[in-house]
């Protein structure tokens, strides 16, 4: 299965100006090259994934953001699905530093099939499972709905400033169980994540280590509905960070 990536609403290329001797203006950059790797850094490249396809099926070896002349915003990353079973890569922007993004699963545990669909061993199902033709299983099939499906959304602040930020108008029913950050430079900062108006976490995540992630997750997972805006905050700065990234993790189930 190819997992889908980009068309997100952290899904842009971005760089750094100074503008009327203004530092650090961010601006989208359109047409900007995305390649993906296995791997954060280095040249090697057998580490390039290559085998994307785009959402009307043409292979590609690499992307370009928009230009926003395809009815998407200037500098977005392109919908597109990564290599059959490749669930995580980095991707980089005109060869610039790496970020992590997790793929989608499209089909969210549905078990959709218009074929006809054959297994040799046992067959657990998360969710529905339709077959369109015929279904040949040699062992049980376990319709067991614990098992979720897992995705992430994250919101990138730079140059690092405090307040609130829309991450998702969530478009399906899931959970918040996890909150992630990470800043570069400065001191220390604070962040938050909240699900209309209301924090998902007991207190406010600490970030007090320059390039280390620092994770927390609530006492019990935080409903989403459909409908339902969630946002991220940096609530406080020390020093000068240049850069805070935060990443909200989701269960679907």
């Known amino acids: 299965m190819r997992y889908l990536y980009g068309g997100g609403i952290a899904d842009w290329a971005l760089r750094t100006l100074t503008v009327a001797e ?5 601006q989208a950059v359109g ?21 994307l396809v785009t959402l009307t099926g043409d292979p590609v ?3 370009a953001t928009s230009m926003g002349e395809d009815g998407r915003a200037r500098g977005v990353i392109p919908p597109f699905r990564g290599p059959d079973g490749v669930r995580l890569m980095w991707l980089s922007a005109d060869g610039g530093p790496r970020q992590l ?36 299983v040699s062992g049980p099939i376990d319709l067991d709905d614990s098992r979720y499906t897992r995705f992430s959304r994250t919101v990138v602040v730079a140059p690092a400033v405090t307040g ?23 001191t220390g900062a604070t962040v938050a994540a909240v699900v209309n108006g209301t924090p998902v976490l007991g207190v406010n995540l600490s970030v007090p280590l320059a390039d280390v992630w620092t994770s927390d997750a609530p006492a019990s997972p935080v409903a989403v509905v459909e409908g339902d805006s969630v ?13 805070v990234t935060i990443q909200l993790d989701f269960e679907v189930g």
Request: aromatic share 4%.
């Open 101 to 136: 993004v997790e793929g989608v699963d499209e089909s969210a545990g549905d078990g959709t099939s218009t074929s006809s669909l054959s297994v040799t061993g046992d067959a657990v199902v998360g969710g529905d499972m339709q077959v369109a033709g015929s279904l040949t």
């Open 231 to 243: 946002q991220v905050q940096v609530v406080s700065l020390a020093g000068t960070p240049t850069v």
């Open 61 to 63: 070896a690499e992307l």
């Open 31 to 51: 047409g900007a090259v995305i390649t993906c790797w296995a791997s954060e850094a280095g040249s090697d490249p057998s580490d390039q994934y290559t085998d």
């Open 22 to 26: 203004v530092p650090d203006v961010v």
């Open 164 to 186: 609130l930020w829309p991450v998702w108008r969530a478009a399906r029913t899931c959970r918040v169980t996890g909150v992630h950050a990470i800043r570069s430079g400065g």
